[in-house]
């Protein structure tokens, strides 16, 4: 019998971090075998067609932004785009009110009518400045002070990590900027577009390419001995990369409520209502907003964390990020082995960072 031949790369995981490693190298002219446990391509990122014909995100809403002209040029291959800039209305006092807080907000929720000068004069009046800001309540309590921090934030936090403001880094609020305008953009990237045809259809493409064999539904576990390679590169947890031998990384879960709704053309006005202090959900999201599609009904999802399941967000805090540095360090000693990706790296990564951080990792093997 003859030997199998070894490929260059064996890639665990196909969502971004593995699918653009595995292009990039496979463009090269490298040899890749990818696999991935689930039984579809696209990681966390994966959509499909619902029962009633409706495109979902079953892991959750993902909305494409960035500043990084070279990874929508990357990504550019392998789609076309739609324009869509995501907004988000939170449920607070009977009210829908846009968050991120800017000054409809503000003169919504005090009955108040303030100008852009007089919201951004209340904004400094309110808020209470601190030095240094290390934890997510810093954030919070130095840009819009505590009443607007207990209605907006403190609920939403408790829901999605389990943990207060006060024992998240400071990373994790200050995803969300305070504004005294009315821009209600969630995001203010240069570029936030979607696949015009979904995220699948870009992976599908992205991987479509004769040096690269993809395997779902097949684990790390069975595939290490079973497929002779020079080199891997991990996206997993990276914990479950060491038998979680110095302890189990915290990772947020959450569990999806997919619904649809027959006839009903709109469910709400904005992709995504959040609910900071009512339910245990802690957003709703409705995808036709998302992915403009036509249809006669509506499909959403509601959101509910727990800390049990699949792993979806690290959880940013010092004593973990410590944990973290010492699993890196035994990374930085294996050989012939590359971690890149949201679990790997354990960081709070969007996917356009996910892309850029895949593209360098992947250059450095070609260098
Ligand atoms: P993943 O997509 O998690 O892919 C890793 C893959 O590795 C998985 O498919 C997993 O099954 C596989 N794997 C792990 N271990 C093994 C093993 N032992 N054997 C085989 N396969 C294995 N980002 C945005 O930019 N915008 C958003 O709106 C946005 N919304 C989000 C909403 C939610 C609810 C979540 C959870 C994330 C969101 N993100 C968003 C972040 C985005 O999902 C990530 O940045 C991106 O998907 C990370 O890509 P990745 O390849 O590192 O990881
Ligand atoms: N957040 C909040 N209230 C909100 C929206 C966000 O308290 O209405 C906080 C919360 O801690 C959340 C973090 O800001 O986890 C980041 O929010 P983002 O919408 O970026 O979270 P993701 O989409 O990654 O789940």
């Known amino acids: 019998m003859m030997a199998c031949a070894s490929v260059d790369h ?121 030095d240094p800001i290390k934890t ?13 921090c207990e209605r907006f934030f403190r609920g939403y936090t408790r829901k999605q990590w389990g943990l207060d403001l006060s024992e998240l880094s400071a990373g994790v609020a200050a995803r969300i900027p305070t504004r005294s305008n009315d821009d209600d953009r969630y995001f203010t990237d240069t570029y936030q577009l979607m696949p015009l045809n979904g995220y699948t259809a870009l992976f599908e493409r992205m991987l479509a390419h004769p040096g690269i064999q993809v395997e779902t539904g097949v684990d790390f576990a069975e595939a290490r001995e079973r497929i002779p390679h020079r080199h891997l590169i991990y996206t997993g947890p990276i914990d479950a990369y060491f038998g979680h031998r110095l302890g189990r990384l915290p990772y947020r879960s959450l569990s999806f409520e997919h619904e649809h709704l027959p006839g009903v053309e709109r469910y709400q006005p904005v992709g995504t209502v959040n609910q ?5 959900y802690t957003r709703t999201t409705e995808f036709k907003h998302i992915t403009g599609q036509l249809h006669s009904g509506t499909s959403i999802v509601r959101e509910y964390p727990q800390d049990v399941g699949d792993p979806y967000y690290p959880v940013p805090r010092p004593e973990n990020e410590a944990l ?44």
């Open 276 to 280: 900071p202090n009512q339910h245990a």
């Open 324 to 367: 973290f540095q010492r699993y890196a360090q035994l990374a930085d000693a294996e050989q012939d082995v590359t971690f890149v990706g949201r679990l790997a790296q354990y960081r709070y990564y969007n996917m356009d960072q996910i892309v850029a951080a895949a593209l360098k990792a992947a250059e450095s093997l070609l260098a």
């Open 10 to 130: 064996l890639i665990v995981g196909a969502g971004f971090a593995g699918s653009v490693c595995a292009r990039v190298l496979a463009d090269a002219g490298r040899s890749v075998h990818l696999v991935e446990r689930r039984p579809h391509i696209g990681g966390n990122a994966y959509d499909t067609h619902d029962a009633a014909g409706v495109l979902i995100h079953p892991y959750g809403p993902h909305i494409f932004h960035t500043q990084a002209k070279r990874v929508i040029e990357f990504l550019s291959r392998f789609t076309d785009w739609r324009f869509y800039e995501h907004r988000v209305l939170a449920e607070v006092d009977g009210q829908l009110l846009p968050i991120p807080i800017n000054r409809t907000t503000l003169n919504r929720l005090y009955g108040l009518n303030l100008s852009e000068d007089e919201a951004a004069a209340f904004i400094d009046r309110v808020r209470q400045p601190r």
């Open 136 to 148: 997510s309540e810093d954030v919070v309590l130095n840009s819009v002070g505590p009443d607007l």
